[in-house]
């Protein structure tokens, strides 16, 4: 396992309110991701980092913000929670020294927004 | 852009069946292709991988063949068990400058019952 740990797992939150989940890891990994899953669409990436504060969107990015401050941590912003951002979220990281590294995920954050 | 199509079931299979899940794409020049397995409740994990064409990974049972003629990564296991009621991603890394960023298919759901 890289030692992947989010924050939250879960949480229930109104329309309109700000919310912040938490990657942590501990592997020294360069490139972390974020993610969501949705029934009928799989997965789909949100923002990435390349490095701390080197970050860039991913194909589904509107209505998200991310900060990297460091190298273990990637915060994930939702600034005015809509319904439709209703999803579990998952990061994942990989160290990217070659080719082909794989990425490895954390255990997710279900988000309900109501 | 990249795209990954695969089957999206839901696949339902008794103990010690075969099973294929089938997996195409659409690249530009020689992608890395995975597949991720993702069972209840837990983030995805590496199943498998490979990076150049005709290339076979295989994992705890699963194998699948990398076929750049018919831009396909099926993944196949002779005797399935219970074990293995998972979903199952199938996702390519694009070459050249990526960020080794992963484009996923969406996701076939197996179960396997005794």
């Known amino acids: 396992d890289a030692g992947i740990t989010q924050s939250p797992r879960h949480k229930v939150t109104e329309t309109g309110t700000p919310v912040t989940l938490r990657c942590h890891q501990t592997?020294?990994?360069?490139?972390m991701y974020w993610y969501r899953q949705d029934p009928g669409h799989g997965l789909r990436l949100i923002h990435y980092s390349y490095g701390v504060k080197d970050t860039d969107k991913g194909e589904v990015s509107d209505g998200y913000s991310v900060s990297r401050s460091k190298t273990e941590d990637f915060l994930l912003t939702l600034e005015s929670a809509t319904s439709s951002q209703t999803s579990v979220y998952f990061c994942?990281?990989?160290?990217?020294?070659?080719?082909?590294?794989?990425?490895?995920f954390g255990p997710g954050t279900r988000l309900t927004v109501t | 852009g990249n795209s990954v199509t695969q089957m999206e079931g839901p696949v339902t299979l008794s103990e010690e069946a075969f099973l294929t899940i089938n997996c195409t794409y659409t690249?530009?020049?020689?992608?890395?292709l995975f597949w991720y397995v993702q069972y209840p409740g837990e983030g995805l994990q590496l199943l498998l991988k490979a990076t150049k064409a005709d290339d076979k990974g295989s994992n705890k049972g699963f194998e699948a063949t990398y076929r750049k003629e018919t831009t396909s990564f099926h993944l196949e296991k002779g005797s399935v068990q219970v074990s293995d009621s998972a979903v199952y991603f199938c996702?390519?890394?694009?070459?050249?400058?990526?960020?080794?960023?992963?484009?996923f298919g969406k996701g076939t759901l197996l179960t396997v019952n005794p």
């Open positions: 690249a530009t020049g020689y992608p890395s």
């Open positions: 592997e020294n990994h360069r490139y």
């Open positions: 994942a990281t990989t160290a990217g020294l070659a080719l082909q590294d794989e990425q490895y």
């Open positions: 996702a390519l890394e694009g070459v050249g400058g990526s960020n080794y960023k992963l484009t």
